[in-house]
T-cell receptor
Framework: QQNVQQSPESLIVPEGARTSLNCTFSDSASQYFWWYRQHSGKAPKALMSIFSNGEKEEGRFTIHLNKASLHFSLHIRDSQPSDSALYLCAVGNMGYKLTFGTGTSLLVDP | DMKVTQMPRYLIKRMGENVLLECGQDMSHETMYWYRQDPGLGLQLIYISYDVDSNSEGDIPKGYRVSRKKREHFSLILDSAKTNQTSVYFC??????????FGPGTRLTVL
């Protein structure tokens, strides 16, 4: 059974800071790696995904994936108050099931 | 506009009553999901549906059943609800292994 862990549990950063969120997984056969963002009282919404080792950048957001170390991360450049949310990582392999982590709660202090 | 809807948004039931949560999507996605979200536990998969009448248990199916008779509609049923089923329930849909689109959630309280 896939085990997905996130760190830290919560984080407070000043506006404009670079933020790093971490996710580890247990199944080395995992193929799909997602970050979802959930604002308070709202539905989770996909932020970014990566399917092969390396780095992917979209605007202020960058994903790093290292399958050998069973780790991927999300980096936010120039953090904004609107980035304050619960960030959920998710991992999938064959089939359509995703296993979600328990989340990192991010607060960006203006 | 791609959309997943859920009804009702809020529901209060007494222990032992039956509960029906409904989900719809307008994207013709084959795959649909039911999750529950509890503080500190993240999103836990209850059931996954690959198409009409093609459903599989997720990680926590006990106490729940599902029904999918039309591709755009997926129901979650709690027969004789229990207090530990108080939670926020999310429905989602996806195209193959693509992005999962989530509904707004149903906050269920079982007294």
């Amino acid at each position: 059974q896939q085990n997905v862990q996130q760190s830290p549990e919560s984080l407070i950063v000043p506006e404009g800071a670079r933020t790093s969120l971490n996710c580890t997984f247990s199944d080395s056969a995992s193929q799909y790696f997602w970050w979802y963002r959930q604002h308070s009282g709202k539905a989770p919404k996909a932020l970014m995904s990566i399917f092969s080792n390396g780095e992917k950048e979209e605007g202020r957001f960058t994903i790093h994936l290292n399958k050998a170390s069973l780790h991927f991360s999300l980096h936010i450049r120039d953090s904004q108050p609107s980035d304050s949310a619960l960030y959920l990582c998710a991992v999938g392999n064959m089939g359509y099931k995703l296993t979600f982590g328990t989340g990192t709660s991010l607060l960006v202090d203006p | 506009d791609m959309k997943v809807t859920q009804m009702p948004r809020y529901l209060i039931k007494r222990m032992g009553e039956n509960v029906l949560l409904e989900c719809g999507q307008d994207m013709s996605h084959e795959t649909m999901y039911w999750y529950r979200q509890d503080p500190g536990l993240g999103l836990q998969l209850i059931y996954i549906s690959y198409d009409v009448d093609s459903n599989s248990e997720g990680d926590i199916p006990k106490g729940y059943r599902v029904s999918r008779k039309k591709r755009e509609h997926f129901s979650l049923i709690l027969d004789s609800a229990k207090t530990n089923q108080t939670s926020v329930y999310f429905c989602a849909s996806s195209l193959l292994q693509g992005e999962q689109y989530f509904g707004p959630g149903t906050r269920l309280t079982v007294l």
